[in-house]
């Protein structure tokens, strides 16, 4: 009997053995065909299959220890945050009023920048930034071709669209295919003399439109002869100088997840003089510069680099004049960046890190290998995120100390953040990913 019992259970061990080769060699010939097709990718599946030329770059980051060590907000207060225009708007990534205290106004994924005008009128639009967009007035259905919109504008509210523009999408992601023709509004600021609206177009570059609205004229499309890629976000200085980003030469907006994983630093910030109407180039070599924001003084302003989660500091005045150095360091993914009356800063975060987003900043090669597995680029972004959307907004003193940080860490209310401004005690928040304005 013990003999059977010795032979059955060695025979259940070479059983089991045998199940975890083969288990094993399955699993071997899966990781084996993947790297073969991540290397050939024949469909052309992968995220990167239209980027021939891409490249992932090393990311010099702080030590883990010191990344995990950022404060978090324990009580995750923006989920007390209240959603106003629920699906009224969608993706407003900026957030402006106008000298005349109206607003605030957004621009949005379909083209449009949009004016509030109280409860009781709600939403208008206010202006547009793409030449593309050719409004027809309709009713029923019918063009009417001979009606004017511009001289009618209350009227257009109701009977005016745009066949592609205007095209309706659950999503703000749902308007990215029309983007280069529709226009992709984000940086906003009013200049408080003229009241004049400047705008950073994704695809059209730094615009202008007046206070009465319409179409918005280019001031900047190219700097030393390189056209803008991706422009993001701008300040204006007392003197009317206009301070502003272009996050990338080599993709534009549409492609801001292959940016992401690139790391590459070809992103520049620039100032436009009205005067001479020409475009410098302040700083170059930048990894998606993304939000900037002038200090209360004007001696200084700071922008986001979002690939490396870094706040940079550049000189207006002063002996440091023309020189970067470093304001603060986050873990996360900056986005836009607002002063408050005090002169704090409030930083928008697209997205804080994990511990998998730590290690492929460092791995590059690994993160081309990633891009090239057909999975779609907003998944992977979304694993790089941690695997869900969450919001968090942070705030500086004017010397660079951290004051404070709310969070929605699981995304339950406020799902994502692109930019802070802080308006009477309370904090308005934008997200170019949401259909929604949210107040806290």
Same mark, same amino acid.
């Given at each position: ?21 083969? @288990?094993?060699?399955?699993? /071997? ?29 090393? *990311? ?15 009580? !995750? ?14 993706? &407003? ?7 005349? !205290?109206? =607003?605030?106004?957004? =621009? ?28 027809? &007035? ?16 209350? *009227? ?15 999503? &703000?992601?749902?308007?990215? $295919? ?8 984000? /940086? ?27 179409? #918005? ?20 200085? @007392?003197? =009317? ?32 003089? &009205? ?44 002996? !440091?004049?023309? $020189?970067?150095? *470093? ?8 986005? !836009? ?12 975060? +697209?997205?804080? +890190? ?6 492929? #900043? ?29 919001? @968090? ?18 995304? $339950? ?15 308005? @928040? ?11």
């Amino acid at each position: 009997m013990r003999q059977r019992l010795i032979y059955w259970g060695s025979l259940s061990d070479e059983c089991s053995q045998t199940r975890f080769d083969k @288990m094993r060699d399955i699993v /071997g010939a899966v990781i084996l065909g993947l790297g073969i097709y991540a290397a050939l990718d024949p469909f052309h599946h992968s995220p990167i299959a239209d980027f021939p030329d891409f490249k992932a770059h090393y *990311i010099e980051c702080p030590p883990w220890a010191e990344f995990s060590k950022f404060p978090t907000d324990s009580s !995750n207060r923006l989920q007390k945050a209240d959603l106003q225009s629920l699906d009224e708007v969608s993706g &407003p990534e900026s957030l402006a009023f106008d000298p005349e !205290n109206r =607003g605030p106004y957004t =621009g949005t994924a379909d083209g449009r920048i949009l004016r509030w005008d109280g409860p009781k009128l709600g939403w208008s639009r206010f202006a547009y930034t793409s030449p593309n967009r050719h409004v027809t &007035p309709h009713i029923i259905g019918v063009p009417l071709y001979f009606f004017s919109c511009q001289c009618f504008p209350l *009227i257009c509210r109701f009977v005016c669209r745009s066949e592609i523009c205007d095209k309706a999408h659950k999503s &703000p992601l749902g308007y990215v $295919k029309h983007e280069h023709i529709c226009g992709r509004p984000l /940086g906003l600021r009013f200049n408080k003399i003229t009241g004049d609206l400047y705008i950073a177009d994704a695809y059209f570059g730094l615009l202008v439109v007046g206070p009465q609205g319409g179409l #918005a004229t280019p001031l900047a499309t190219e700097a030393e002869g390189v056209p803008f890629k991706f422009t993001n976000d701008l300040d204006i200085d @007392m003197d =009317g100088s206009v301070y502003f980003t272009d996050s990338s030469t080599i993709y534009q907006r549409k492609n801001f997840i292959q940016l992401v994983f690139s790391a590459e630093d070809s992103g520049r910030v620039l100032k436009f003089d &009205p005067r001479t109407r020409q475009t410098q180039v302040l700083v170059r070599g930048i990894r998606f510069p993304n939000g900037l924001s002038l200090n209360k003084d004007h001696s200084s302003f700071v922008f986001t680099e979002s690939v490396t989660g870094r706040l940079l500091r550049y000189w207006l005045k002063g002996p !440091n004049t023309g $020189k970067v150095d *470093i304001f603060a360091m986050i873990p996360a993914y900056p986005d !836009n960046i607002r002063i408050n009356d005090k002169g704090e800063f409030w930083v928008a975060i +697209h997205g804080r +890190h994990n511990y998998l987003a730590f290690f492929l #900043a460092s791995h590059p090669r690994v993160r081309t290998f990633l891009l090239r597995i057909p999975v779609p680029a907003r998944i992977q972004y979304i694993l790089y995120l941690g695997g869900r959307l969450h919001s @968090m907004v942070v705030k500086y003193s004017p010397e660079g100390k951290l004051l404070d940080v709310l969070e929605d860490k699981t995304g $339950k209310v406020v799902k994502s953040v692109s930019e802070v401004e802080e308006r009477e005690g309370r904090l308005w @928040m934008g997200s170019v990913l949401s259909n929604y304005i949210a107040l806290y």
